[in-house]
């Protein structure tokens, strides 16, 4: 099937931020092509996500200072305003107004501050909307709905972004993998709505195909990346056979942790206990593991009945077997990450008329550690900013420029050359960047990432697949998270747990690795 190879604006990823982007940039008068891997709902981030959206109550100085301390401190205040004094407009606009999502609690004449709010880690105050824990496909599954209603909006699904276009600084769009053919797809405006990185890691939250796409293809063409050490750790995984998230609202309502011995840790650890910021939560649950064996969350002491407040969890344990009357076991695992692409309030990167959004983009809210149910929200915000921006400067000022379709000239490789690659890439990221990282494992690990990209690079450059590809970018993602990793002082969900001065490399680019 044929796509359009021009458009106003050009939306690469189709989760939360890229529809928030899309929406908006048609709201506007753009017209607009969204280009995704995505072939179901699933396959993107935001269908996973569980807890819901955190949204400003009648105190923003607390959601302010919530965000401040759970990021270590090293939220960008002016991004932290961005988010919180939009929060609740985006969500009216767009959530209530335009999606009309059932959130708990709401009718058709309830206020938003009569809704169900949910607690999670590190939030002061009830402030969480939700649908039950699926709170992500509840959103998702109606916004695709809606845009592919559209006729404004051009869907070009099952197709990978494979290098951004780019000319004297400027992008003017992406070429296209589909259907084993390339194809050069110019924007006005090209929005980078990817996600994340999970691919990197052996065990992680993500769906498969977050393999830093977006992230990779802005580094190779020049913009600035920041942050790319804070990779955040979820505390409570089901690490067993087909892997779920116990969502962090099951702590806001009070499910609490213990060890192989039954005894409960966390008190012991923090003030907060198991509401504490997730990555004091995660690297508690990886000790209690490593020194008794097991972690499992006690949903005993949910009120009323757990089962009743979560039935979508309930259902994924009863799936699988899990005696909810023994609790739930738990590891940590890869969740999302803080840093990305560097861009200002309005999604603007360092690169002209290029734009990022959602996990791919590092709007500085996070700072070290992100505050539970903040992303859905972020990528609401910087979505439509995003969107608005990129309008604004993308339409009708299309300008095509030359292009040569990258080398396809050499056989197929099998699947288990990519897949070993894989293997070492993720043994690799799980052993020496993970929770707890010394200066030692990062050179070592930065020395193996090294030789691995310069391996696939070789293959990359006279062979096109999707697999090879997105192989590519993760290794470059990896190779990123670990030199952060190695230039950066601890703070939050990044630990340095000796003293060794690494050796710096300010002023590298990636193609210096």
Known sequence: MSFSNQTDVLVIGSGIAGCAAALTAARN??????????????????????????VTGNDPESFRKDIIEASAGEAQPEAVDALVNNARDVVDDILINTLEIPFDGATPTAPLDAYDRGREAAHSERRILHVDTTTGEHILRPFLAQLKSDNRIEFVDDAMALELLTHEGRV????????????????????????????????????????????????????????MQYVQFHPTAYPGPEPFLVSEAVRGEGAVLRNATGDRFMPDIHPDAELAPRDIVARGVAAERERTGEVRVDVTPVDPDFNRAFPGLTSRCNDRKIDLELGIPVAPAEHYLCGGIAVNTNGETTLDRLYAAGECARTGVHGANRLASTSLLEGLVWGRAAGQQAAQVGIDDITSIETSSP??????????????KYRRLRNTMETAVGIERTDAGLSEARSTLRRLKGEVDAYTRTRVSQSLYELRNATICGLLITRAASEAPSAGCHQIV?????????????ADD
């Open 172 to 227: 003017h769009g992406v070429s296209v993998l589909r259907d084993d053919s390339v194809t050069s797809v110019f924007g006005g405006a090209t929005i980078i709505a990817t996600g994340g990185i999970g691919a990197c890691y052996e065990t992680s939250t993500n769906p498969g195909g977050a393999t830093g796409d977006g992230i990779a293809m802005a580094a190779l063409a020049g913009a600035r990346i920041a942050d």
């Open 498 to 510: 000796d003293t060794k001065t690494a050796e710096s490399t300010v002023g590298e680019t990636i």
């Open 29 to 54: 008068g753009a017209s607009v092509t969204v280009v995704t891997k995505a072939t179901e709902p699933s396959d993107a981030s935001t269908d996973w996500a569980q807890g819901g959206i955190a």
């Open 407 to 420: 080398l396809d000239r050499d056989p197929a490789l099998p699947s288990s050359f990519v897949d070993g």
